[in-house]
């Protein structure tokens, strides 16, 4: 699989590859969920789930997938975070 959550990382951030795996995943099924095709969008959600597995590295694609689309279901999350979403 395509790492595609490393584009959105900090170079600086060093992730292991099975967590690269598991935010890839739950950032494809997040975006799939919320039916998110803006790649500014895509960005917000990618951020939110580094965040996630920063904060907690044992959380596995389904667990990383789950907290974001409950916490970022709402368009308020996304267009707070990109201030011009949310006309």
Do not use: C, H
Not at 8 to 21: D, H, I
Not at 30 to 45: D, G, H, Q, Y
């Amino acid at each position: 699989m395509d790492m595609a959550i490393s584009r959105y990382a900090n170079k600086s951030t060093v992730f292991e590859p099975q967590s690269l795996t598991a935010m890839s995943e739950a950032l494809e099924v997040t975006t799939a969920a919320l039916r998110i095709e803006s790649e500014t969008k895509r960005r917000v959600v990618a951020k939110f789930i580094i965040r996630l597995a920063k904060e907690n590295p044992r959380l596995d694609a389904s667990a990383l997938s789950e907290r974001a689309i409950a916490a970022l279901g709402s368009q308020g999350y996304v267009a707070q975070s990109v201030p011009a979403l949310a006309e």
